[in-house]
């Protein structure tokens, strides 16, 4: 396992779906994830150090861990199955027994980025940061410059998408796009 940090959430063009992009510091890979995009605003919030007066749904899971004397101690995305990646939260109990928590990703990103825990991956998921992988097939192509993550101005712009994008809307255009030859 290494340890990897949020390093941002980009748009896919073509099938306008967010990709959490996960980096390894040292060695400059990447892991990108593609994820909802509740998790993704989810995620955003987090990273733009947004307030909200209630809680939300991650922050309600990390309340109620709390309030069972748990504690998060770190993310760890293990494996890649037949096109889902796998992930465990590590929760330290109050007795100091350790639990691996069966997770989606972006969920667990979502919860260690409340309490600043450490997400790890293992190195086999690991990419090169100038390769996409299609997850359809065996195909890679190169990435271009354009192809980097966005920037703060561009993920303010994607968190008002967000906020404004109803469920009638969305599902309409995923309608539409999934009817163009």
Known sequence: MVRVEVENIVLNIATSTPIVI?????TGFILPIVIGLFEAQAILLILEKEDFPRPLTHDLLR????????????LEIHSLKE?????????????????KVDCRPSDGIALALR???????????MEPPDVVKYYAGKESMKASASDSPINQKEAEEFRKYLEQLNARDFWKKLKQDSQEP
């Open 63 to 74: 309340s109620v861990i709390e309030k069972m004397n748990g504690k998060i101690k770190g």
């Open 115 to 125: 309490v600043s825990a450490p997400i790890f991956a293992s190195e086999d998921l």
């Open 83 to 99: 096109n889902t990646y796998y992930a465990n939260l590590i929760i330290e109990t109050g007795t100091g027994s350790i639990l």
């Open 22 to 26: 996960l980096k390894d510091k040292k």
